[in-house]
């Protein structure tokens, strides 16, 4: 495998099927083990790991969250969920509040202090990437970030779509 840095090489990133990157390259191969590799290495102890998490799914939530819908989002189980929210309530990022469309039902709302603490989160996760990122050029760092962002709200849209078509 050809190396560029430290790291395998990976050609140019606009193209899946570029003439210097081929769609079974094996690189593609360990795009799981990096993925999980990025969660596991923050500089937040895991118990703001966790809150992070609980509050970006609330935040970036199209429409209201439940406990239940939350537990789905992360990919745990409710009581899981639930004691996250706890503590996250004892805490004040977030607070209990009436479905405004049906009243029957709890939804979960940020607070202010919740919005702050997700602010807290950005600036620390943006300094470690740029410590992490110090060898590699302006372009680069934006050209990852975009397609990063872009990987997160496609895997967002099919995750949802695969949701959907599982109840139905």
């Known amino acids: 495998m050809q190396m560029w840095g430290r790291g395998p090489r990976i050609g140019r990133m606009s193209s899946a099927s570029s003439p210097e ?7 593609l191969d360990q795009i799981g083990p990096a993925l999980s590799r990025l969660r596991r290495r923050t500089p937040a102890s895991s118990k703001d790991l966790s809150r992070n998490l609980v509050l970006n799914v609330i935040a970036d939530a199209p429409g209201e969250t439940t406990v239940g819908g939350l ?5 745990v189980a ?3 969920a639930s ?9 004040g990022l977030l607070r209990r509040a009436a479905s405004q469309s049906d009243g029957r039902r709890t939804v979960l709302v ?7 603490e997700r602010g807290r989160f950005a600036s620390e996760q943006r300094a470690a990437f740029q410590e992490i990122t110090a060898a ?5 760092r934006v050209q990852f970030a975009r ?3 872009r990987y997160g709200v ?7 779509a695969r949701a959907a078509s599982a109840q139905t």
Do not use: F
């Not at 590699?136 to 680069?140: D, F, H, N």
């Open 21 to 27: 990157q081929p769609a079974d390259d094996p690189l």
């Open 71 to 75: 537990a789905a989002e992360m990919g």
């Open 78 to 80: 409710q009581p899981v």
């Open 83 to 91: 004691r996250t929210v706890a503590a996250c309530i004892d805490d």
């Open 110 to 116: 940020l607070t202010e202090h919740g919005e702050a």
């Open 136 to 140: 590699w050029s302006p372009e680069e």
């Open 147 to 149: 397609l990063l962002v």
């Open 154 to 160: 496609d895997a967002t849209a099919w995750s949802r």
